[in-house]
């Protein structure tokens, strides 16, 4: 019992990221019982903060900006997309049922049946998510917490364009890692491009929390603004955020960049969700096809190539393991989104 208080004391001298980390873990565990097990419990929190902290982050290779001329010519085609928060979180503080570095290694190598997937919350088990994955370009990861943003993308397409945003504002236990968006462009074909964002917005509903993901949203849209005027988009993530609660401006955002939510589209008559009074959130693993999530993907076109969207899905039993148990603390979601070129277009 003195060593473990010797060592509460030690660790308790690192500013205050183990209270927020315990945060975490409170938020969706049950409190043991008893001041040695919550001692214990602390110490062992506090040891994985620790041993993130040791990991470095990694470089992220610098993609050139070379067009890939050997691809094939073509003016139309098919993309199976999925994005996913994997609950990459270190397993003391995961949320998810499921054993991590098995569950995660599951994640990569069900996702190959997709063309691009964007994942987040990819942290201390990218080598697991890679070890069974067969897409021929996925960016690097950063590290595990806190180091790294969590987002990575894996495509079947060569990813030729590639940057790591952070948010400029942040929320408790959000501002442990520098979680933000990444911005990909992606070469279809010989003269086909288009731009593809991952995004992890801040989580929760509580006043604070809100106003972060406002000025997320934000900086989100004016980077596209900026970046991706005129082009065509993809926008797949976590955005935490739902049509419905009043104080999210998502629908602002969806508005303003003239995007198609592919539920909204497919699977809601194309109706936007009013707000509603005193709304309440389902969790991320509630979600069907007939309501809305937290989870979305975005598309947009341009003058020169259009997309066609088609069959939405929640892919419940292709992410859970042999007990029927969910192999993240989120549903995936897919969607099937063809395109077209209407007019050459010169990248």
């Given at each position: 019992m003195i060593i473990e208080l010797m060592l509460v004391e030690?660790?308790?001298?690192?500013?205050?990221?183990?209270?927020?980390?315990?945060?975490?873990?409170?938020?969706?565990?049950?409190?043991?019982?008893?001041?040695?097990?919550?001692?214990?419990?602390?110490?062992?929190?506090s040891a994985g903060v620790m041993l993130g902290f040791k990991l470095k982050p990694k470089q992220q290779p610098k993609f050139s900006n070379s067009v890939y001329a050997a691809m094939p010519e073509a003016t139309y085609g098919k993309l199976n997309l999925l994005t996913y928060n994997i609950a990459g979180l270190p397993e003391l503080i995961s949320s998810a049922v499921t054993e991590r570095s098995?569950?995660?290694?599951?994640?990569?190598?069900?996702?190959?049946?997709?063309?691009?997937?964007?994942?987040?919350?990819?942290?201390?088990y990218n080598k697991f998510l890679y070890s069974e994955n067969k897409h021929s370009y996925r960016t690097a990861n950063m590290?595990?917490?806190?180091?790294?943003?969590?987002?990575?993308?894996?495509?079947?397409?060569?990813?030729?364009?590639?940057?790591?945003?952070?948010?400029?504002?942040?929320?408790?236990?959000?501002?442990?890692?520098?979680?933000?968006?990444?911005?990909?462009?992606?070469?279809?074909?010989?003269?086909?491009?288009?731009?593809?964002?991952?995004?992890?917005?801040?989580?929760?509903?509580?006043?604070?929390?809100?106003?972060?993901?406002?000025?997320?949203?934000?900086?989100?849209?004016?980077?596209?603004k900026k970046y991706s005027a005129g082009r065509p988009l993809l926008i797949m993530g976590d955005f935490n955020a739902h049509y419905a609660y009043e104080l999210d401006n998502i629908g602002s955002f969806q508005k303003d960049l003239g995007l198609v939510d592919a539920w909204v589209s497919l699977r809601n008559k194309g109706d936007i969700p009013a707000h509603q009074a005193n709304f309440e959130a389902k969790t991320a693993l509630e979600l069907t096809e007939d309501c809305e999530g937290?989870?979305?993907?975005?598309?947009?076109?341009?003058?020169?190539?259009?997309?066609?969207?088609?069959?939405?899905?929640?892919?419940?039993?292709?992410?859970?393991?042999?007990?029927?148990?969910?192999?993240?603390?989120?549903?995936?979601?897919s969607l099937q989104l063809g395109w077209r070129i209407v007019k050459p277009s010169v990248q």
């Open positions: 030690y660790l308790w001298s690192e500013q205050n990221i183990q209270s927020m980390l315990l945060d975490l873990l409170f938020e969706k565990k049950i409190r043991p019982k008893g001041f040695r097990k919550i001692v214990i419990l602390f110490i062992c929190a098995s569950s995660i290694t599951s994640i990569g190598n069900r996702i190959n049946a997709f063309d691009i997937v964007n994942v987040q919350e990819d942290f201390n590290g595990g917490v806190p180091f790294g943003d969590g987002l990575s993308t894996l495509s079947k397409y060569p990813i030729v364009e590639f940057e790591r945003i952070s948010w400029t504002d942040c929320n408790g236990a959000d501002c442990l890692t520098p979680k933000g968006f990444s911005y990909a462009r992606i070469q279809l074909a010989k003269a086909v491009f288009i731009d593809v964002y991952n995004v992890h917005a801040t989580a929760q509903d509580d006043q604070n929390a809100t106003i972060a993901r406002q000025k997320n949203i934000n900086q989100l849209k004016a980077y596209i937290i989870d979305k993907i975005y598309y947009r076109n341009d003058h020169h190539l259009l997309f066609e969207a088609k069959n939405y899905q929640v892919q419940k039993k292709l992410f859970q393991n042999e007990k029927g148990q969910d192999l993240s603390d989120h549903c995936a979601v």
